[in-house]
């Protein structure tokens, strides 16, 4: 058997839509753009959600509009993706890992509250392989430390304490304590890129909570402005009747979503609740497969939260990054694609060159270490899936 990491799980039905929005005369951002915004925002139970060009677009967009950046310092995970840290350089800002709590991927919350100065303005915790923070704790964090705030601007002034904005790229579907992914959170980002659950080839959208005294009309505003060079009409306004007139704000950015991208997640929207039921299945197979190989599996499904689904990261207990990387090796043997999720930051040249030193974050390097992410998308089937653990589970059976 040939079996990918994480094909994009693309129907005929979205070749269909995307023919479709060809045919219009439509490909840029257009109809579908905004109809896929609003289900989106219907779906997490939300005001308002706007579809940008990238999760990363997300994150670096709701900074600028905050007014985050050279003074500040915004505070995130040691154990994610570059992403979620690079966005704070990209506005200037300083930004501040902490190290997960023993023997879990999410972040010390203890550290964090230690981490928070008066420069503090945001937090981005990572909702690492779609199952959300305890969020519960971090804005207990947050409330704490408010005499700490130093707002710089009127949207600061309106919270009057620390952001939280939630790094949901993988969390799509999933939800906590009753909520939704994307209403938890003062702001929430996800990613539409290829290889997750929910896909628009790239892509991303932000959703937020109400702002006591701003409006979401104003707060959707600023991110068409940004993302669409300053202009203060987009193109489907530009053609209304006499409309051509627009004006440019500020010099800002170009990171809009397209109607092509917007045509492929209005088919995955009626595919979704599918795809997260077939998620669940393969996890409950692998779960149940590995219970007595000597690994340690994140759990998807609890009492207060339901995962997206999006990655089955494993820990092979009692061997290190050789012995780790040999079994990924012996797994392409045979055919099957792993990964590893993820490197954390401190270990890259581009963080070291800021001054980051892996022994600081010893828990996040603990994880890594032994850490082997499996197949996991709705393109496997029963048959491959078997495949997978059954090799998985001689080969770590070899080593250890």
Known sequence: M????????IGEQEIVEVAEALRSGWITTGPRTKELERQIAAFCRTGRAVCLNSATACMELI?????????????????????????????GARVVLVDTVRDGYEMDYDR??????????????????GIPCDYAKIFSVVENKRPLFRPESILQEAFGRIVVLADAAHAFGASREGQMCGEIADFTSFSFHAVKNFTTAEGGALT??????IADEWLYKQFQLMSLHGQSKDALTKTQLGGWEYDIVAPYYKCNMTDIMAAIGLVQMQR?????ARRRQLIAYYDEALRDCGVQVLGHYGDTYRSSGHLYLTRVLGIGE???NAVIVGMAERGIATNVHYKPLPMLTAYRNLGFDIRDYPNAYAMYCNEITLPLHTRLTDEEAEYVVTNFAELIGGRR
Request: charged residues 20%; aromatic residues 8%; contains cysteine.
């Open 2 to 9: 040939k079996i990918s990491f994480s094909p994009p799980d």
């Open 63 to 91: 900074l600028r509009v905050l007014g985050v950046g050279p003074g500040d310092e915004v505070i995130t995970s040691a154990y994610t993706y570059t992403a979620t840290a690079s966005v704070v350089c990209h506005v």
């Open 112 to 129: 964090l509250a230690e981490a928070i100065t008066e420069r503090t303005k945001v937090i981005i915790p990572v909702d690492l392989a």
């Open 208 to 213: 937020w909570r109400p702002v006591a005294g």
């Open 272 to 276: 979704y609740p599918g795809l997260l």
């Open 322 to 324: 050789a012995e780790r």
